[in-house]
């Protein structure tokens, strides 16, 4: 959700944004699973608005130590390559979207999904439901999301976010993990700004031959410098 959740939004002035960003996190946190520890990456999103039709995609590319949990190649690093079409039909914003995970949370395998969201911002918070289908991978044989988030402006620099999702493995049948991130943008420039922020995820489930195997409740902590042109 790692990579979905980074894209730009487009504009009415059907010009392409960009936006370009680094990040530091104590752990990499996948769905409520553990994949490693000291994890920095760098995405660079490009986003197009075409008669109302928000087309985007970018590229998140990381690298992290080995987590314990996972006993596989032992890869330490993933690039993941993502695209997504989608337009507000009023009642809901609804979305379809193409995901190449390449060497998926250092498990040394790659992995394939698109996923399909509906969304709607009702005021007091931005609410979505996704589905990811597994086209290919490991340990990923659907999974949906429902989540939400809001966002408080409490000066021209300062905006406090937070954000929630609970996570379910559709054909096991068993919820992943409850997780809830705060985060503080600051405007330090026009075009720039610093975000900590700190995550909590509640583990749910450990199901055997899942993603989920061996998960337990985490805390992370870190920081995301992001600069839009």
């Given at each position: 959700?790692?990579?979905?959740?980074?894209?730009?939004?487009?504009?009415?002035?059907?010009?392409?944004?960009?936006?370009?960003?680094?990040?530091?996190?104590?752990?990499?946190?996948?769905?409520?699973?553990?994949?490693?520890?000291?994890?920095?990456?760098?995405?660079?999103?490009?986003?197009?608005?075409?008669?109302?039709?928000?087309?985007?995609?970018?590229?998140?590319?990381?690298?992290?130590?080995?987590?314990?949990?996972?006993?596989g190649?032992?890869?330490?690093?993933?690039?993941?390559?993502?695209?997504?079409?989608?337009?507000?039909?009023?009642?809901?914003?609804?979305?379809?979207?193409?995901?190449?995970?390449?060497?998926?949370?250092?498990?040394?395998?790659?992995?394939?999904?698109?996923?399909?969201?509906?969304?709607?911002?009702?005021?007091?918070?931005?609410?979505?439901?996704?589905?990811?289908?597994?086209?290919?991978?490991?340990?990923?044989?659907?999974?949906?999301?429902?989540?939400?988030?809001?966002?408080w402006?409490?000066?021209?620099?300062?905006?406090?976010?937070?954000?929630?999702?609970?996570?379910?493995?559709?054909?096991?049948?068993?919820?992943?993990?409850?997780?809830?991130?705060?985060?503080?943008?600051?405007?330090?420039?026009?075009?720039?700004?610093?975000?900590?922020?700190?995550?909590q995820?509640?583990?749910?489930?450990?199901?055997?031959?899942?993603?989920?195997?061996?998960?337990?409740?985490?805390?992370?902590?870190?920081?995301?410098?992001?600069?839009?042109?």
């Amino acid at each position: 959700m790692a990579a979905a959740s980074a894209l730009v939004a487009g504009n009415a002035q059907a010009e392409v944004e960009y936006q370009l960003s680094a990040e530091y996190a104590s752990m990499y946190l996948f769905r409520g699973a553990d994949l490693g520890d000291n994890l920095t990456d760098v995405t660079l999103d490009a986003a197009y608005d075409w008669n109302g039709v928000k087309i985007s995609g970018g590229v998140w590319a990381s690298a992290f130590e080995h987590s314990p949990v996972n006993t596989g190649n032992q890869v330490d690093n993933e690039v993941d390559w993502y695209a997504e079409i989608g337009k507000d039909f009023g009642f809901a914003n609804l979305s379809v979207g193409y995901i190449y995970y390449w060497n998926l949370g250092g498990l040394g395998e790659d992995a394939q999904e698109v996923p399909f969201t509906i969304s709607r911002d009702f005021g007091w918070a931005n609410i979505y439901l996704t589905y990811f289908w597994s086209v290919d991978g490991p340990n990923n044989d659907g999974y949906m999301e429902l989540g939400g988030s809001h966002s408080w402006e409490l000066n021209p620099c300062l905006t406090l976010n937070l954000s929630s999702n609970l996570g379910y493995l559709v054909e096991e049948g068993d919820f992943t993990a409850l997780t809830t991130k705060l985060s503080l943008d600051w405007g330090f420039a026009e075009h720039a700004k610093v975000s900590p922020f700190v995550s909590q995820s509640f583990s749910l489930s450990d199901s055997n031959g899942t993603i989920t195997q061996g998960a337990d409740n985490e805390w992370v902590a870190g920081s995301m410098l992001s600069v839009s042109f």
